[in-house]
């Protein structure tokens, strides 16, 4: 059975919400378990001031959500926050005619090697690169295949297993 793969389009405040690398490397911390503004700071060596705008934008736009306020190990009290997983299945079109989707890919890009680079160079799993020239139509049979493939994964989720990140990616290439 396929899965459903229909794409809610993203409107123009949540592409400019995931238009920045450092916003989706907070989602991909929170989507593990709830982290506080100081934690993400700590965490991603910025300031808690500069993350807390980006906290602001991710909660305005329901891309993360934050959770009841607790007391911290210093008795201060802090909010957490955890992703909402809103970011999936959202169609990335650029409906402002912006190039803010170009913005958005560049973005997703940069925190995917960020997370790499802080992984360390024994964190590779596996990775391919090539080319394709396909029509629309295999294009979609393509992406539809693929995102079922991705979809089964995702269900199978081995509590035990190795958490990894994965990016996928597919551009057209420049005219030659």
């Known amino acids: ?13 949540e592409l400019k919400a995931l238009a920045h690398p450092l916003r989706w490397r907070i989602l991909r911390l929170c989507l593990d378990r709830a982290w506080t503004n100081q934690e993400l700071a700590e965490r991603l060596e910025v300031a808690p001031a500069t993350v807390l705008r980006h906290i602001r934008a991710l909660v305005k736009t329901d891309f993360l959500a934050p959770e009841p306020v607790r007391t911290g ?18 169609g990335l079109i650029d409906v402002a005619g912006v190039g ?6 560049l973005a997703m890009l940069a925190a995917h ?6 992984a360390g160079p024994d964190s590779g799993r596996d990775v ?18 693929l ?10 989720e081995d509590p035990d297993g190795e958490p990894l990140s994965y990016l996928w990616s597919l551009a057209a290439r420049p005219a030659r």
């Open 1 to 13: 059975m396929s899965a459903d793969h229909t794409a809610r389009t993203a409107s123009v405040e």
């Open 73 to 90: 190990a210093k008795g201060a009290l802090e909010r957490p926050y955890r992703a909402t997983g809103r970011t999936w299945r959202l």
């Open 100 to 105: 803010l989707v170009h913005q958005v890919d």
């Open 113 to 118: 090697r960020a997370e790499i680079l802080e």
């Open 128 to 145: 391919s690169r090539g080319v394709l020239r396909l029509n629309p139509e295999s294009q979609a049979e393509f992406k539809t295949r």
């Open 147 to 156: 995102a079922d493939l991705i979809t089964e994964f995702v269900r199978r």
